[in-house]
Every structure is written in structure tokens, then in C-alpha cells.
């Protein structure tokens, strides 16, 4: 089973609707992220955790929020789809800084918002 | 802020060598490499720090240089394998929530 997983893997909605986009990990990590990427633009961080009770907006975070259940789980949600929020999400994981900055990635999950 | 890749595409035949190249507008304290093939999430490669530590693969070097806010990611004898997308991210401070990531590079080895 892989350390770090999404669902769902592939999603199709229509505009206006409430999205749902859920992480958990294994690794026993505290930090936790949730990425964008559309083609040709790199990784765009949208939200980041480094705890519970810590989350902190990323470069582009307007028109998402996210929620830290716990250690383990991490989810990103989209209260309103917008066509251009069409795009494959990762969630990372990280143990911490400096040279334990590793992010570990999820699988990814593709949104299509028709 | 985003940092800046070179080349954007590279082509190569397997054995032939490649650098990619990061850089930045601002001062950096890390650069981080990644390597994504089609369709599956990065996969990390290395992480340079200022001050000269490093942490990553056995098979691929980097450099960073500190004062021109760059770092070169060197594939040497390249394999089939090496094939992917290739990410530098880099930050400012050690806080590993501000790692902005370039454009991405993409290497096609073939045989």
C-alpha cells in the first residue's frame, strides 16, 4: 500500500459544485501539503500543514480550503467548482526541514470541472 | 518569484550527458530536485543546502551556487530510466512550506 493516498484518484463535476479531495498518510509525518499542477506550470502549493492546529495558505489558495483531521489526514476542498480549477492535485508529505525537506508525494487526483 | 529552468526540453541518446539548470531571482537557503515520470507523481532526488550540505541519490549530483542563486543538476551516462519531467524547487528559508517550484524540464532518453 502506498505510504500517501488520495481519493479519489479521478473525479468528474460540474460547476458550482462542493469537491472533496482527501489525503492520509502513513509515514508518521506532521507536515502536510497540498499541491496544483496544470501543464507546463510546475507545482503550485495551495495549503500546508505542519501540524493539527497549524494550516497556512500556499501561493495560490483562493477558491480552496483545506481541513488537518488528524496527524495522518489532510483534505483540500473546492466549495464552489470552477472550470479552471481543472487540474491533477497531489497531497506531500514531509518529516520536517532543512535536509528532511523530502516531500513525498500522493498518487495525485485529476478534477474535471465541466 | 517562480524559479526559472533551462533548457526546457532535452533530448538525449542513452550514455550522452545532460545538465539542467535552476535559477533564481532571490537569495535561496535550499534547492530541491525532483523527477516526475508520465502520469506518476515526483519523486525526490536531492536537496542542497546553503552552507554546502546535501542530501540525495547515490547516481545524481547537483550543484548550488550560494551567490548566483543558481544550482545545475548533472545526469551523467544517461539511461533509458532517466527519462521524466524534472523540477527544481527552491526556498528562501528553511521553512519548507515556501519551496516554489520552476517549470519543469523535460528529458527523453533514447535508446
Known amino acids: 500500500d502506498a505510504d500517501v493516498t488520495q481519493t479519489p484518484r479521478n473525479r468528474i463535476t460540474k460547476t458550482g459544485k462542493r469537491i472533496m479531495l482527501e489525503c492520509s498518510q502513513t509515514?508518521?509525518?506532521?507536515?502536510m501539503y497540498w499541491y496544483r499542477q496544470d501543464p507546463g506550470l510546475g507545482l503550485q502549493l495551495i495549503y500546508y500543514?505542519?501540524?493539527?492546529?497549524?494550516?497556512n495558505k500556499g501561493e495560490i489558495s483562493d477558491g480552496y480550503s483545506v481541513s488537518r483531521q488528524a496527524q495522518a489526514k489532510f483534505s483540500l476542498s473546492l466549495e464552489s467548482a470552477i472550470p479552471n480549477q481543472t487540474a491533477l492535485y497531489f497531497c506531500?508529505?514531509?518529516?520536517?526541514?532543512?535536509?528532511?525537506?523530502?516531500?513525498?508525494f500522493g498518487e495525485g487526483s485529476r478534477l474535471t470541472v465541466l | 518569484q517562480q524559479p526559472v529552468q533551462s533548457p526546457q526540453a532535452v533530448i538525449l541518446r542513452e550514455g550522452e550527458d545532460a545538465v539542467i539548470n535552476c535559477s533564481s531571482s532571490?537569495?535561496?537557503?535550499?534547492v530541491h530536485w525532483y523527477r516526475q515520470k508520465h502520469g506518476e507523481a515526483p519523486v525526490f532526488l536531492m536537496i542542497?543546502?546553503?552552507?554546502?550540505e546535501q542530501k540525495g541519490h547515490d547516481k545524481i549530483s547537483a550543484s548550488f551556487n550560494e551567490k548566483k542563486q543558481q544550482s545545475s543538476l548533472y545526469l551523467t551516462a544517461s539511461q533509458l530510466s532517466y527519462s521524466g519531467t524534472y523540477f527544481c524547487?527552491?526556498?528562501?528559508?528553511?521553512?519548507?512550506?515556501?519551496?516554489?517550484f520552476g517549470q519543469g524540464t523535460t528529458l527523453q532518453v533514447k535508446p
Open positions: 532571490k537569495a535561496l537557503y535550499s
Open positions: 542542497l543546502l546553503k552552507g554546502g
Open positions: 500543514s505542519f501540524d493539527v492546529k497549524d494550516i
Open positions: 506531500a508529505t514531509s518529516l520536517g526541514d532543512r535536509a528532511n525537506g523530502e516531500l513525498f
Open positions: 524547487g527552491t526556498a528562501g528559508s528553511s521553512n519548507t512550506g515556501k519551496l516554489i
Open positions: 509515514k508518521g509525518h506532521d507536515r
